[in-house]
């Protein structure tokens, strides 16, 4: 199994920062990437990122150019840096890390809420 613990969401205002982490344990050695989904109210949880084990990155059109995913491979963290954040940002944060063993494990969210 895995466990994941994500950090840092908050208050922010338009235009603002926020970095999230997600600290992994546990089998960590069958993770084969990790990333970001984030879920606004009412609607349906969507893909913002992920980091592959090798470093590939990927993300959603819309934070193209504002959030970076990284990785810390001796922390075995996954960091979100986000910039530049606008009022649809907002909306609890999950990470989740997929391995080849038992599947896809989620964190518990973290909200990040940015207003107007």
């Known amino acids: 199994q895995v466990q994941l613990v994500e950090s840092g969401g908050g208050l922010v205002q338009t235009g603002g920062s926020l970095r999230l982490s997600c600290a992994a344990s546990g089998s960590i050695f069958s993770i084969t990437a990790m990333g970001w989904y984030r879920q606004a109210p009412r609607k349906q949880r969507e893909y913002v990122a992920h980091?592959?084990?090798?470093?590939?990155?990927n993300y959603r059109d819309s934070v193209l150019g504002r959030f970076t995913i990284s990785r810390d491979n001796v922390k075995n963290t996954v960091y979100l840096q986000m910039n530049t954040l606008a009022p649809e940002d907002t909306a609890v944060y999950y990470c989740?890390?997929?391995?080849?063993?038992?599947?896809?494990?989620w964190g518990q969210g973290t909200q990040v809420t940015v207003s107007s």
């Open positions: 980091i592959t084990k090798v470093g590939l990155t």
């Open positions: 989740n890390a997929d391995t080849n063993l038992t599947g896809r494990h």
